[in-house]
């Protein structure tokens, strides 16, 4: 079984910063990559950024040069640090890895239950 939980939403104004985090448990054997998904009202879920094992990160347009992803391997952790929030950037994140459980050949998707972040104009 395989968990991410997630924490740092909230509620800032328009040029705040919050800083997500989210952690990997449970038996896993390999994690090719982690990322931050988002959800607003009426939209469909979009990625983020996604860093990779090997270090590759990639980000949304519309997040560059304000978010900024790292990963903790020795934690199975991964942070996104949003700076200069604007208003569009409401939504509900979503951590998302994608793991190789103990015992397993292939790699699965795993989410976090999410974690509300709003930006006040």
């Known amino acids: 079984q395989v968990q991410l939980v997630e924490s740092g939403g909230g509620l800032v104004q328009a040029g705040g910063s919050l800083r997500l985090s989210c952690a990997v448990s449970?038996?896993?054997?390999?994690?090719?990559?982690m990322g931050w998904y988002r959800q607003a009202p009426g939209n469909q879920r979009e990625l983020v950024a996604v860093i990779t094992s090997g270090g590759r990160i990639n980000y949304v347009d519309s997040v560059k040069g304000r978010f900024t992803i790292s990963g903790d391997n020795g934690k199975n952790t991964v942070y996104l640090q949003m700076n200069s929030l604007k208003p569009e950037d409401t939504a509900v994140y979503y951590c998302n890895a994608v793991v190789r459980g103990s015992g397993s050949y292939s790699y699965n998707d795993y989410w976090g239950q999410g974690t509300q972040v709003t930006v006040s104009s």
């Open positions: 449970g038996s896993i054997s390999d994690i090719n990559s």
